[in-house]
Nanobody
Framework: VQLQASGGGVVQAGGSLRLSCAAS????????MGWYRQSPGKQRELVAT???????NYADSVKGRFTISRNNAKNTVYLQMNSLKPEDTAVYSC???????????????WGQGTEVTVSS
């Protein structure tokens, strides 16, 4: 299973971007999905997570500006980013806690990063 992220790019401060991340194949069960980011010289940090039931959690730095959502039928998670700031510049990676089939042990999978650059 691969998680394929897309939607990154270059945007001016105050602008918006929407990131998407989808599993490459159909999976048996998809649990919590989320987004992390890492800026040069900084540790990776949690941006937002969403459970299979739709409960969300956000980093304080993005509350009120970012919205995480998911489409369970498509095994896809989204991150709508509004009012972007230069400090949001980072490589954004998606993650999912999933079970590939009924007999498999659930594991955390990571997607490749997508780069977001916010210019001032």
């Amino acid at each position: 299973v691969q998680l394929q992220a897309s939607g990154g790019g270059v945007v001016q401060a105050g602008g918006s971007l929407r990131l998407s991340c989808a599993a490459s194949v159909r999976v048996y069960a998809m649990g919590t999905m989320g987004w992390y980011r890492q800026s040069p010289g900084k540790q990776r940090e949690l941006v937002a997570t969403i459970t299979s039931g739709g409960s969300t959690n956000y980093a304080d730095s993005v509350k009120g500006r970012f919205t995480i959502s998911r489409n369970n039928a498509k095994n896809t998670v989204y991150l709508q980013m509004n009012s972007l700031k230069p400090e949001d510049t980072a490589v954004y990676s998606c993650t999912a806690y999933l079970r590939t089939d009924w007999g498999a042990r659930p594991s955390t999978y990571w997607g490749q990063g997508t780069e977001v650059t916010v210019s001032s």
